[in-house]
């Protein structure tokens, strides 16, 4: 399960603080997504989880997973956390859309380029806004579970690498790791609950890019808000103006070390 978060100040239906009324509110169900494994299906599912986006509460959600029955297989515990905790990717879809790099090179080829046509090309590329880029990967035991037949890690390694090649070139890229040392039992918590780096940049993509993002193994606990935290310090270090911030979370769960990420401030125009 890829955890994308949208939106610094996080997408979802905020309620009016209207005056209080005497009759009960009426308890909405929500439309779980479906167990699927493909990133297609999973992209264009709109159903949602009874905690997702910002009806998150990490407390009410181990008190259902305490609820769940033993004995489940590994499709079943999927399709149980979904319930609570699965999240709609439409708007985020559509943000990925908008990051791509533009085909500008290949169109210029395809004309004069003393023409106004080529021209005009040339200075749209150069309207490209510059970008700064934060990949947030989770590196915790769990990633070591599977999905179907294949691993969480590589198929967020996949998700990364889609994500990455199609950045423009006016992108600062940086790799962050979290939850990559120490190990998942409790003698590791401390050390994994401390590990978060970065592996990778801020520099534009390149194909020792790959490098950094194959030697990621698996390993302990999960510090999302202290990673998130980190990743906010990076881009207030940018000098850059008019840059849009860019910080791209993949994990399979949530915070195991008692930090929350969704109050940790990471100076971003998007948290993906």
Known sequence: MMLVLPGCSLFGQQGDKGEKKAEKKQEVTYQPPKPSTKWEEIV?????GTYAANRYDMDAVWKELDKMKEGLTI?????????????SYHQEEKQFEEVKARKYRTELLELDPESPEAQKKVQELNQVPKQNVVILLDASGSMN???????????????VNRFVTKLSPNTNLSLRVYGHKGSNDKGGK????????TIYGP???ESSFQSSLDKVKPAGWTPLARAMQEAGKDLSSSQDKD????????????????????SKPTNCTNLM
């Open 44 to 48: 264009k599912d709109d159903g949602q």
């Open 75 to 87: 499709d079943e515990y999927y399709k149980e956390a979904l319930k609570l905790v699965g999240e």
């Open 145 to 159: 579970g599977t999905v179907g037949s294949q691993k969480k890690i590589d198929l967020a390694k996949s998700a």
């Open 190 to 197: 401390e050390a994994s609950c401390q590990a978060t780096e």
């Open 203 to 205: 520099k534009a993509y």
């Open 243 to 262: 840059v849009e911030n860019i910080v791209y979370i993949v994990s399979d769960g949530l915070e195991t070390c008692g930090g929350n990420p969704v």
